[in-house]
């Protein structure tokens, strides 16, 4: 069965840092991953998707992550990080064979931005 | 554009209550889904439909039924309620095509279970 591991429940970073948010997948089929964001008191919204074409995916707002299979991980990044970035963070996979776009969400990552 | 559209956004139940969570979406997506979010557990799915008329379980599905009667409409319902289903209910949508990954959610509703 498919499923992510989120390293770190809550991350801090200053104003301007790199942003580097840690999930590692567990699959026994080549995985469709995805990162999504909650802002407060919002529904989530999709951040950027690994679908098997790319390696390095580029999200919105300046948000990227690599799919590494040697190492199981797909790690989000922002090279500089803004105050409205704080946010929670959801890595997740795709259940079963995909057809149904059941998701597997991690336990998620606080980002607090400090200035 | 409304997109997901959760009522209501806040309830407060005493033990043994129950109540019925609407979810309507106005994108013409066939797949909808509710999920649960508790803290420190990420979202878990609670049941899902890939159509009208149609549903199944997802992980945590005991003590919560649903119902898919209009394409646009998916009700959670739970028939007696307990301090343990206190969480924030999400609702989802997603076009009828494999592996995008890409849900709608609605804004949550938040129940609490006295």
């Given at each position: 069965?498919?499923?992510v591991?989120?390293?770190g429940?809550?991350?801090s970073?200053?104003?301007?840092?790199?942003?580097?948010?840690?999930?590692n997948?567990?699959?026994?089929?080549?995985?469709?991953?995805?990162?999504?964001?909650?802002?407060?008191?919002?529904g989530?919204?999709?951040?950027?998707?690994?679908?098997?074409?790319?390696t390095?995916?580029?999200?919105?707002?300046g948000?990227e992550?690599e799919?590494?299979?040697?190492?199981?991980?797909?790690?989000?990044?922002?090279?500089?990080?803004?105050?409205?970035?704080?946010?929670?963070?959801?890595?997740?996979?795709?259940?079963?064979?995909?057809?149904?776009n059941?998701?597997?969400?991690?336990?998620?990552?606080?980002?607090?931005?400090?200035? | 554009?409304?997109?997901?559209?959760?009522?209501?956004?806040?309830?407060?139940?005493?033990?043994?209550?129950?109540?019925?969570?609407?979810?309507?979406?106005?994108?013409?997506?066939?797949?909808?889904y509710?999920?649960?979010?508790?803290?420190?557990?990420?979202?878990?799915?609670?049941?899902?439909?890939?159509?009208?008329?149609?549903?199944?379980?997802g992980e945590?599905?005991?003590?919560?039924?649903v119902?898919?009667?209009?394409?646009?409409?998916?009700?959670?319902?739970?028939e007696?309620?307990?301090p343990?289903?206190?969480?924030?209910?999400?609702?989802?949508?997603?076009?009828?095509?494999?592996?995008?990954?890409?849900l709608?959610?609605?804004?949550?509703?938040?129940?609490?279970?006295?």
């Open positions: 069965a498919q499923s591991t989120q390293l429940s809550h991350v970073v200053s104003e301007g840092a790199l942003v580097l948010l840690r999930c997948y567990s699959s026994s089929v080549p995985p469709y991953l995805f990162w999504y964001v909650q802002y407060p008191n919002q989530l919204q999709l951040l950027l998707k690994y679908t098997s074409a790319a390095l995916v580029k999200g919105i707002n948000f992550a799919f590494k299979k040697s190492e199981t991980s797909f790690h989000l990044t922002k090279p500089s990080a803004h105050m409205s970035d704080a946010a929670e963070y959801f890595c997740a996979v795709i259940q079963g064979g995909g057809a149904t059941k998701l597997i969400f991690g336990t998620g990552t606080l980002l607090a931005v400090q200035p | 554009n409304a997109g997901v559209t959760q009522t209501p956004k806040f309830r407060v139940l005493k033990t043994g209550q129950s109540m019925t969570l609407l979810c309507a979406q106005d994108m013409n997506h066939e797949y909808m509710w999920y649960r979010q508790d803290p420190g557990m990420g979202l878990r799915l609670i049941h899902y439909s890939v159509g009208e008329g149609t549903t199944a379980k945590v599905p005991d003590g919560y039924n119902s898919r009667l209009k394409k646009q409409n998916f009700l959670l319902g739970l007696s309620a307990a343990s289903q206190t969480s924030v209910y999400f609702c989802a949508s997603s076009l009828a095509t494999s592996n995008t990954g890409e709608f959610f609605g804004e949550g509703s938040r129940l609490t279970v006295l």
